[in-house]
């Protein structure tokens, strides 16, 4: 699908890899971003001439009806719908600084509400063009690290979802996608790792897997990383456990 006059939702679109997505979509799309923080919005609104905010906290229900609610009755049909939004806490279950609070909503944000996003947008995606739902994956959900283990399990399930949803929509107009991304040099990573992706570059190959229907998009060393876990499947995961 070319992505040229379509109308775009992008979750989590005021940092990172969805920032870099918002702003190279916007100069040829309808951009949509819905995030969490009021003040990243407008500055957002005023940096990308044309594009649409929506305020949401997408690890609470309530918020995702309304918002999906606003989206439905201002825009007549979207083409693509990108779940991006994410956190990773990193503290082991051994961490003195590991807030088992945390688990829920972590749980909740990358996994549950992408469940929920996209069934109430769905409508609005079933209509007669090309439409696509990308989630955003990690190589984490191929083999996981040590630490940020509930992180691992929910990128593990958006892995699953995301192919059983393929098969269900199979005969409708949207194709669901995956981009398993290595680590890129965002907010998520400050601190951690060496010889990061920089999230533009990241950003250029997603574009590139939407308009060339790559349903499940290896970037960087994932591609390695694939082919590692079928070829010395032990040597793949111990090397991702010391990640
Ligand atoms: N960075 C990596 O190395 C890497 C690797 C593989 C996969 N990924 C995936 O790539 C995606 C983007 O990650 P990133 O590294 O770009 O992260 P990031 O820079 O931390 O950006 C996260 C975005 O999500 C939004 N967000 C966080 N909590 C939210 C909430 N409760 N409701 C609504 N929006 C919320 C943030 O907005 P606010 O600031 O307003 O909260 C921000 O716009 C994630 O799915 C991540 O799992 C990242």
Redesign the pocket.
């Known amino acids: 699908m070319k992505l040229d006059k379509k109308c775009i939702v992008i979750?989590?679109?005021?940092?990172?890899?969805?920032?870099e997505l918002a702003k190279y979509l916007n100069l040829d799309n309808e951009v949509i971003v819905?995030?969490?923080?009021t003040s990243?919005?407008n500055k957002l609104a005023h940096e990308l001439e044309g594009l649409v905010t929506f305020q949401?906290?997408?690890?609470?229900l309530e918020?995702i009806e309304d918002v999906t609610d606003a989206i439905v009755k201002r825009f007549e049909s979207i083409d693509v719908l990108v779940?991006?939004?994410?956190?990773?806490y990193t503290p082991t279950f051994l961490d003195d600084e590991f807030r088992y609070e945390n688990i829920a909503?972590e749980i909740t944000?990358?996994f549950t509400?992408v469940c929920n996003l996209t069934y109430l947008l769905l409508p609005a995606l079933l209509h007669n063009h090309k439409a696509a739902i990308l989630n955003?994956?990690?190589?984490?959900a191929l083999a996981p690290k040590t630490s940020s283990s509930v992180?691992c399990a929910t990128?593990g399930a958006l892995n699953i979802f995301s192919q059983s949803l393929r098969h269900q929509l199979e005969k409708t107009n949207i194709s669901v996608q995956q981009v398993?991304?290595?680590?890129?040099?965002?907010?998520?990573?400050t601190g951690r790792?060496k010889n990061?992706?920089s999230?533009e570059t990241?950003a250029k190959h997603i574009i590139h897997g939407i308009e060339h229907d790559i349903p499940d998009h290896d970037i960087g060393k994932v591609k390695l990383l694939r082919l590692l876990l079928r070829l010395a499947p032990s040597i793949a995961q111990n090397i991702m456990k010391k990640f």
């Not at 819905?34 to 923080?37: A, C, E, L, P, V």
């Not at 955003?136 to 984490?140: D, F, Q, R, T």
């Open positions: 979750t989590g679109g005021t940092s990172g890899i969805g920032y819905i995030s969490r923080s990243k919005l949401a906290d997408l690890s609470k918020d779940n991006n939004a994410a956190v990773q909503h944000l990358n509400s955003i994956n990690s190589g984490l992180y990128k398993f991304l290595e680590l890129v040099d965002t907010s998520m990573t790792g990061k992706m999230p990241a």
